[in-house]
């Protein structure tokens, strides 16, 4: 069988020359994220295994179709993980998913996002053009961050063969914090802290109650709990996980789930519905059936966006619309990636 | 280096034209054409560069800023930002027929918030007054180039610079949350917001780095990070630069993340302890200076286990920072590195390469036989935590043939950066001092690619032309070059 990069490349050429959209597909765990999918699937899966991961060096490059599962088990053999905790969402996500979706977990707001922790890229643009950017050095200036800008894009500038990405060392213990708070309380104590040296990893406000995780070496840990004060959670670990993979009992049932990505300080939001804040305060969950217009009003007023993350109204668009000016800018930076316009046409905006 | 110092003649009635334009809403003092006003701007850091500018203009707000650009825009006038002059690749270097605006007078804190730990400030801002004006809330601004006294913010966001502590702490890319943009049509756009995320692509990680070809920064957001409660230094000395790359190796192996970790070698040592009396120890073949910072606890204990693993990985000389002002004296050999071997010749030439740590003693054994070759002095400071080397090749520019062999040197080191799996800049950035070098790290698919980026940004081609990403035809003729001065052919004819 021939190298699947090149059965890509092919398919990619194919669709380019007829003019018609291809719909890359990992895994499929996000698919009920973003704007519906139209078009021929491109299966990357096939297109697996780590390429290298080098411990001492940080760095591990795997290819796109590599479970995420696969890749933290051989981080974990080695104490190291990939520091932005990235979220499942089911067993079989890909690195390619995960990148192509750019979310990233809990431990987000401390460690740094999916894109702080890509180092390059192996992608096929629109033409089928197999390009390098990028390396699996710390530091790199050579050429624009292409690879950082094709994380979170959704597919739609191009396919991702293989990612590198720096590691982190697991830390050596971990504790959960909690206790009663209401929710502006647990906002101005998530951001006090967060002006603190204290080694805080991630933070959770639901259901009235506030939780903290502290990460680092034990007595520091220790240290920083006597600081904190509150009870300690027993499995923090599956409390984090469920958090990361939206298995917690906030993001179930049928009611519209909205991601506003705001700025921390920003004060309670007036909305209907339930809430959960993560992210020292920079990421409000909401479940809500108000209409998208009123929420997006709130998330700007708090200097963010906010995204229709599952359910709801598939008329208004999954994510916050841009400003003309912004969304002339995608249309060409698309243009320069995908010429045909080929790639998931439409799911991150309608217009390209 | 030499080859670019060439002046291109001023068309006195162009220059004429864009000065009344700009002069139609700019006041007189903002305007420069005169020789004698527009020289001072001629060159950045790297000075074996030069090339006076046709104009300078010096806007005072965002709106002159646009207006400007709109300006250069309708005339077709290209246009190079210029922050502080730092640069070490001739990024700012001026056009002979072009703008060079200079965001020196944008250089206000706007707002600080000590509660949300982000300050919203101008690009002619200073990096280190930041962190300075942060200091009374506890906070401080993380990356810290080593120019930081005098470098720009603005000029770090083009540059995405690093610093000592940005193994653990990240580049200018990790620690900015938003971008105001002025396009070369003088509108302006916002990248990034006041969240960690944004809508849409991720322009603000694309203009980060992108040396001022794809917009002028006029403001910028930037995290702010709680100082560490406390900080301490182990220096340890080695009788070999390889057996010092693989304690470093040990060290990330054992689960650290180092605050800082820097590499000397001894010819450095040998300029840098008369320099500062630091405390090195001149004998030594290489030493590493290794910062653990944070809570107490975490600093005790970190030190505690790097002590081990340099005295475990064959350090003959380990010791430990007793208090702030050892710690401090530790860090000022390394900070004063650049100048002190600037004292041992009349120029030198500041490399930028990053390599995968694992290979450094391979690629140190290549630049001595490279010095052998080029016939000049190297000494080599080494950002060792994340591989990011900083050859400092000696030499003196009055010697044309010196200044030759330095430019084929440092070009050399590049490639050997890039055949070992690393890159031809870690930080400073490719300029135009890097700019053939990029033929050889890049194929051409892949720098039609950033010219295609480019163009969907700034169709003319007006912003900074010429810098950063080299045109197709540049890297068939320095291909040719290449064939022509015959290294593979020709190996017995000497070459000068
Ligand atoms: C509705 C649904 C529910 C599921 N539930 C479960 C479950 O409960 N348990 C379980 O074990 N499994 C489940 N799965 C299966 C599993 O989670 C997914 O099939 C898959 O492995 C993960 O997909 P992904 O994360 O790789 O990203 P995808 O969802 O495939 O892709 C996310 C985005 O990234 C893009 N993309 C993906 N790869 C690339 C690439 N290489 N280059 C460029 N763009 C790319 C896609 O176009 C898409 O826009 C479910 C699948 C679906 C569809
Ligand atoms: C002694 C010394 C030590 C150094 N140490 C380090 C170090 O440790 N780490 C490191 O990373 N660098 C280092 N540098 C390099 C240099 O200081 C950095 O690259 C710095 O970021 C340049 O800032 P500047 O304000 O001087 O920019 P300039 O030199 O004025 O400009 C640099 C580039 O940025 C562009 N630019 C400037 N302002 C803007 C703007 N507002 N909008 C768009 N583009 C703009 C210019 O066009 C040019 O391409 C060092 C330099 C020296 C001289």
């Not at chain 1, 895994?27 to 990357?44: A, C, H, M, Q, R």
């Not at chain 2, 010791?319 to 702030?324: G, H, I, K, L, Q």
């Not at chain 2, 015959?486 to 190996?491: I, V, W, Y």
Request: hydrophobic residues 40%; negative net charge; aromatic residues 6%.
């Amino acid at each position: 069988m021939s190298d699947p990069a090149t059965q890509f490349a092919d398919a990619i050429r194919a669709a380019a020359d007829a003019k018609r959209p291809l719909n890359i597909c990992g895994g499929g765990s996000k698919t009920f994220y973003g704007n519906p999918s139209i078009g021929e699937t491109l299966d990357v899966t096939t297109y697996r295994g780590i390429i290298e991961y080098e411990p001492t060096e940080l760095v591990i490059t795997a290819r796109a179709g590599t479970p995420l599962a696969d890749i933290e088990a051989a981080m974990r053999e080695q104490g190291q993980m990939l520091g932005f905790e990235p979220p499942h969402f089911g067993g079989n996500a890909t690195l390619g998913g995960c990148i192509a979706a750019g979310l990233s977990g809990p431990r987000r707001p401390y460690a740094g996002s999916a894109r702080d922790f890509v180092l390059g890229l192996r992608l096929l643009d629109g033409r089928g053009t197999d390009l390098h950017f990028g390396g699996q050095v710390m530091k790199n200036v050579a050429g624009y961050d292409v690879s950082r800008l094709i994380t979170g894009s959704l597919g739609t500038l191009g396919v991702i063969l293989e990612v590198s990405l720096k590691a982190l060392p697991l830390p050596p213990s971990e504790m959960t914090l909690c206790r009663e708070q209401t929710q502006s309380e647990a906002l101005a104590l998530m951001n006090e802290w967060a002006g603190k040296p204290l080694p805080i990893t991630a933070t959770c406000h639901v259901d009235g109650r506030l939780y903290v995780r502290l990460a680092g070496a034990t007595p520091a840990v220790h240290s920083a709990a006597a600081k904190l004060g509150g009870e300690t959670l027993a499995d923090g670990a599956a409390f984090w996980r469920d958090l990361r993979d939206q298995r917690h009992a906030f993001f179930s049932g049928e009611s519209p789930l909205w991601r506003l990505s705001l700025s921390s300080i920003a004060p309670e939001l007036q909305l209907s519905g339930a809430q959960l804040i993560e992210w020292g305060g920079a990421l409000r969950w909401l479940r809500s059936d108000s209409d998208a217009m009123g929420i997006r009003k709130a998330a700007r007023s708090g200097d963010g966006h906010a995204t229709r993350f599952r359910g709801g109204d598939p008329r208004s668009g999954a994510f916050h619309p841009l400003p003309s000016q912004m969304l002339k800018l995608h249309k060409r930076v698309k243009q320069a990636m995908d010429p045909v316009g080929i790639f998931n046409p439409g799911r991150l905006y309608a217009d390209f | 280096m030499s080859a670019s110092v060439h002046a291109i003649p001023v068309d006195f009635e162009r220059q004429r034209a864009v000065c009344a334009a700009l002069r139609a809403f700019m006041p007189e003092h903002g305007v420069l054409f005169d020789r004698e006003d527009v020289t001072p701007y001629e060159c950045d850091g790297l000075s074996a560069y030069r090339q006076v500018p046709m104009v300078v203009a010096l806007p005072e707000n965002e709106e002159q800023v646009c207006a400007i650009l709109e300006t250069c825009y309708a005339l077709r006038v290209p246009v190079t930002a210029r922050g502080a002059g730092t640069g070490l690749s001739g990024g700012a270097l001026p056009l002979g027929n072009g703008v060079l605006l200079s965001m020196a007078k944008l250089m206000k804190i706007v707002t600080l918030d000590p509660l949300a730990r982000t300050a919203r400030v101008q690009p002619g801002v200073r990096n280190l007054s930041i962190s300075e004006a942060a200091a009374p809330h506890g906070l401080y601004y993380a990356p810290d180039p080593s120019s930081q006294i005098a470098c720009s913010i603005g000029g770090n966001v083009a540059e995405n610079s690093g610093g000592v502590h940005c193994l653990k702490y990240g580049l200018t890319v990790h620690n900015i949350l938003k971008l105001r943009v002025a396009t070369i049509e003088g509108e302006i756009i916002e990248l990034g917001g006041g969240g960690l995320d944004s809508a849409g692509y991720d322009l603000l990680a694309l203009m980060t780095g992108s040396e001022g070809l794809l917009g002028v920064v006029t403001e910028i957001t930037v995290k702010l990070l709680p100082r560490p409660e406390c900080a301490q230094v182990v220096l340890a000395a080695f009788d070999d630069v390889g057996t010092a790359g693989q304690a470093v190796a040990n060290v990330i192996a054992a689960g650290i993340i180092p605050a800082g970790m820097e590499m000397m070698d001894q010819p450095t040592i040998l300029a840098v302890e008369p320099f500062v009396n630091a405390g090195y120890p001149t004998d030594a073949a290489g030493i590493l200076l290794c910062e653990s910072d944070g809570t107490r606890e975490e600093v005790a204990d970190e030190i505690r286990r790097i002590e081990r693993i340099m005295e475990d990985s064959g350090a003959h000389l380990v010791r430990v920072s007793r208090d702030e002002a050892e710690r401090l004296r530790f860090w000022a050999g390394r900070k004063a590195a650049f100048p002190a071997v600037g004292r041992l010749s009349p120029d030198y030439y500041c490399m930028d390469g990053t390599i995968p740590r694992k290979r450094l003693a391979e690629v140190l054994r290549g630049i001595t036989v490279m010095e052998k070759k080029y016939e000049l002095r190297c000494a080599n400071v080494f950002h060792a935590g994340d591989g990011n080397l900083h050859p400092l090749i000696l030499y003196d520019a009055n010697d044309p043939r010196q200044l030759q062999n330095a430019e084929d040197f440092g070009a050399e080191i590049l490639k050997l950066c890039i055949d070992v799996g690393g890159t031809i800049t870690g930080e400073h950035g490719v300029g135009v001092e890097k700019i053939d070098s990029m033929c050889v790290q890049f194929n051409s698919a892949e720098l039609e690619a950033f010219h295609a980026l480019k163009h969907a940004f700034d169709e003319h081609a007006l912003l900074n032309p010429g810098k950063a990403v080299p045109t197709l035809h540049r890297c068939a003729e320095f291909g040719r070059m290449h064939v022509h001065s015959g290294a593979e052919k020709f190996p017995e004819l000497p070459r000068f």
